[in-house]
């Protein structure tokens, strides 16, 4: 069980964040997880779900696949298990090949299906996990996706960890029957 009440009417809105919260409706028709907790400041939910439509529906040179990746990327560095179980299924559907998402849940080498899906892996993991992305790495992920295509990543990156602060503090499970996020092996 979460550890706040997930805020999803709009009659538990504090005073004043009525806006807000139609502004989250106006963007899913309903309150979704990481919404539901961030609500408890009901600016920073609104904006968190502008943020989310911008990455994931508004990437110009991102596919849907490659959002997809980097979300399950960003989710599988920073051990965010409701991220993982809600995107999976979808990144399957948008092209990721599940070889690569069983390799990256697993923390194994990532097989090279395409070089934009290594590509976001490694970028992922030198951005997230090292904090220090190589002169190289760089270049390579400019060359492919430009660099608007660069930013795009980047972005969904930060986003999904806003998020994931959110679903990390408050212990918000995955959906009944979500794909688990594999545990780190010690």
């Known amino acids: 069980m979460t550890r706040l009440t997930p805020i999803v009417t709009r009659e538990q809105v504090e005073a004043g964040g009525e806006e807000a919260f139609d502004r989250v409706i106006a963007s899913r028709g ?45 989710g599988r560095e920073f051990d965010i298990p409701y991220i993982w179980g809600q995107h999976v299924e979808l990144a399957v559907t948008k092209g990721v090949d599940r070889a690569v998402i069983d390799a990256l849940g697993n923390l194994e080498p990532i097989p ?43 972005s969904v990156f930060g986003h999904v960890m806003t998020s994931g602060c959110a679903l990390i503090a408050t212990d918000y499970a995955p959906e009944s029957g979500a794909p688990i996020l594999p545990p780190r092996k010690a």
């Open 30 to 74: 309903r309150v979704n997880a990481p919404a539901s907790m961030l609500m408890y400041v009901p600016e920073v939910s609104a904006i968190s779900t502008a943020m989310s439509d911008a990455v994931r529906f508004g990437a110009k040179t991102l596919t849907e696949g490659d959002v997809e990746l980097a979300i399950l990327c960003t």
């Open 112 to 154: 090279s299906t395409t070089t934009r899906h290594t590509l976001i892996t490694r970028f992922a993991h030198a951005v997230i996990r090292d904090h220090l992305v190589p002169d190289e790495l760089f270049e390579a992920v400019r060359a492919e996706f430009g660099e608007r295509g660069l930013m795009e990543i980047v």
